[in-house]
């Protein structure tokens, strides 16, 4: 009995994470003819960080603006492919002081979701379960380590939809997961 609960006190640590960083995300209710909108918040839904902007457009053409300086900080624009998919993206890394350019693009799957995220000389699996609130990224070396997550909220499919991200690695800026969460929704919309 003694092994059991070391054992499972063990795994539990192994598995759990905790967040760097957290967000409450929250999507604008009425967006017209364009593309999801949506603010990004603090963890108490207080001070907004982030916002993600639409431009009026057939497919997904997106800006995400950090506040409060208001830099265009992200950009993403769906390209044309049949069945499937697929963008590219520009996000402006802090740390080289650069755009950096890259691509998302939708695997085919009858029931759950997975896409592959290529930036920066990486690969990143953006992955989640049928019928599942939570959408993970991994990084393709190492894919039992979960880099970032977002949760819908349940409440999301009777009023505004609303996320909370955590980002559990600092090794890429958050742009990148916050436009890979409005890809995420929007297909989440059209697919269902």
């Not at 993206?89 to 896409?115: C, P, R, Y």
């Not at 930036?119 to 991994?138: E, L």
Request: net charge positive.
């Amino acid at each position: 009995m003694m092994r059991l609960l070391q054992f499972l006190f063990i795994f539990h640590f192994a598995v759990c994470q905790t967040a760097e960083k957290k967000y409450y995300i929250r999507k604008d209710l009425i967006s017209g003819m364009k593309a999801g909108e949506y603010s990004i918040y603090d963890p108490k839904g207080q001070t907004i960080q982030y916002r993600i902007e639409s431009h009026l457009s057939f497919r997904q053409n997106i800006d995400l603006i950090s506040y409060p300086s208001k830099k265009l900080v992200g950009k993403l624009k769906q390209q044309y492919a049949t069945m499937i998919y697929k963008a590219r993206f520009a996000v402006f890394d802090d740390s080289t002081e650069q755009w950096a350019n890259g691509t998302i693009f939708q695997h085919f799957k009858l029931v759950d979701m997975k896409f592959t995220i290529e930036w920066s000389n990486r690969r990143i699996s953006m992955a989640s379960d049928a019928f599942s609130f939570v959408t993970r990224f991994y990084d393709e070396k190492e894919p039992s380590k979960v880099l970032a997550q977002f949760t819908k909220r349940i409440t999301s499919y009777l009023f505004v939809s609303k996320f909370d991200m955590e980002i559990f690695e600092n090794d890429l800026p958050d742009a990148l997961y916050l436009l890979c969460l409005a890809v995420r929704d929007l297909l989440s919309r059209t697919q269902t």
